[in-house]
């Protein structure tokens, strides 16, 4: 079969995910062949810090395999010029903070599509960037209490059990990963950018329809 070039070749996706739900996603637009930059804050991501095995933690290695590095203070002025500035010519940028972080810094998806048309703006969350969770503290743990999978784990008996893997962050990240996908579709008819958004609990809670 002739080789063929992988289908997000030419996408560049600014990555400032952190931690499992982001990096996941983009793990997946680099693998279909997309270019792939991490910016990360001037002493590390905190993934680096966590249970360093051989010099480098695993999950880490493996979240962020087939990405460029960079470090970028985004909170001080030369910073965010210097985001701006990669922006303009990339065609996604993906941040997992939680809701209205980007926006404080100057650095929302208003702005940043001001600047460049074209950009789809990605964002996931524990909850949404709207409706009456939005600011509740997210992590994989409470999303998977909050969205009632851990009610069928565990034993009838007994309290609820968190599933071990971090799955409502994978699967947020996958989720993330099919928007942006569908937004650069959408993009190559229109010409426009888009914003979209993925909570984690969102991804998961649909999965409890499976234990009705």
């Known amino acids: ?112 599509m001001a600047l460049n048309p074209r950009l789809i703006y990605a964002a996931g969350s524990g909850f949404g960037w709207s409706g009456p969770y939005r600011d509740y503290p997210a992590m994989d743990l409470t999303v998977q209490a909050m969205s009632g999978i851990m009610s069928t784990t565990g034993y009838p008996d007994r309290p609820p059990v968190k599933a071990g893997p971090a799955v409502a962050d994978f699967s947020g990240g996958v989720h993330l990963y099919g928007a942006v996908v569908t937004a650069l579709f959408e993009r190559e008819r229109t010409g426009l950018g888009r914003f979209v958004e993925v909570s984690m609990f969102a991804a998961v809670y649909a999965s409890n329809s499976s234990a009705l």
């Open 1 to 112: 079969m002739t080789a063929r070039p992988l289908p997000l070749s030419g996408v560049t996706v600014i990555d400032l995910g952190q931690i499992y739900n982001g990096p996941y996603a983009t793990f997946l637009m680099a693998q279909a062949g997309a270019r792939v930059i991490k910016v990360e804050p001037l002493n590390g991501e905190n993934m680096r810090r966590r249970g360093a095995v051989g010099g480098a933690m695993v999950p880490f290695a493996m979240l962020n395999s087939n990405k460029e590095f960079i470090t970028l203070n985004i909170k001080s002025a030369r910073g965010k010029a210097l985001l701006e500035t990669l922006v303009e010519k990339a065609d996604v940028l993906l941040e997992n903070f939680a809701p209205g972080v980007m926006d404080r810094l100057g650095l929302g998806p208003d702005h940043l």
